[in-house]
């Protein structure tokens, strides 16, 4: 219980700081930046994910201006920082290195499915080959996360993080990150 604790006082710590670095950017300024939801919040524990224009979405909803949306499907990799590493100072600077067991896939939610949750992990790995089975490497939704953790006897993540985003089109027909991820418009079965 008192992990539990202290998780949830480290996210409320964080989405506080995430607020205040937002902070207002004045009456003039099209950009909102929206923290998670309090619920969605207890995952961002000490990771930062940094793309291009963006700065760190950690714990953030990607914001509507200036084509982020869009702009976020094509980008390359975030840099990822683990400022909390205990040992290795290139985790500290986002120079994570190792074997890379799938390649990166920027977010690409589906239009009209509402907001995508895009979470990063850090685990402590104790001298074990990882690696990926054959059919898990096929698609992100072939990917069971549980299963995989099990299979290598992964305890708890050492950091994590974690943004929302929607598909860039569903910007018009506006849907709060946390509400129901269904189509707000359904067609009518035939």
């Not at 982020?68 to 994570?96: C, H, N, S």
């Not at 985003?165 to 990150?177: F, K």
Request: glycine content about 8%; charged content about 20%; some cysteine.
């Amino acid at each position: 219980l008192g992990s539990w604790t202290m998780r949830l006082a480290v996210a409320a710590l964080l989405l506080g700081l995430t607020m205040v670095v937002t902070g207002d950017k004045g009456d003039n300024d099209p950009c909102v930046y929206e923290a998670l939801p309090d619920n969605d919040a207890v995952l961002c524990t000490g990771l930062k994910v940094s793309y291009p224009e963006l700065g760190n979405l950690g714990c953030m909803v990607v914001p509507e201006c200036n084509n982020y949306r869009q702009k976020i499907t094509y980008w390359t990799e975030p840099i990822v920082k683990f400022p909390g590493a205990l040992d290795g100072a290139d985790m500290k600077k986002g120079k994570i290195q190792g074997q890379e067991l799938s390649p990166y896939q920027p977010p690409s939610p589906p239009a009209q499915s509402g907001f995508h949750r895009y979470q990063f992990f850090v685990y402590l790995q104790e001298g074990k080959t990882i690696s990926l089975l054959p059919k898990e490497n096929k698609t992100r939704g072939s990917w069971k996360m549980d299963r995989f953790l099990s299979r290598f006897h992964l305890g708890e993540p050492e950091a994590s993080t974690q943004f929302m985003t929607q598909n860039y089109q569903d910007t018009l027909n506006h849907q709060a990150p946390g509400g129901s991820s269904e189509p707000e418009d359904k067609p009518e079965p035939r």
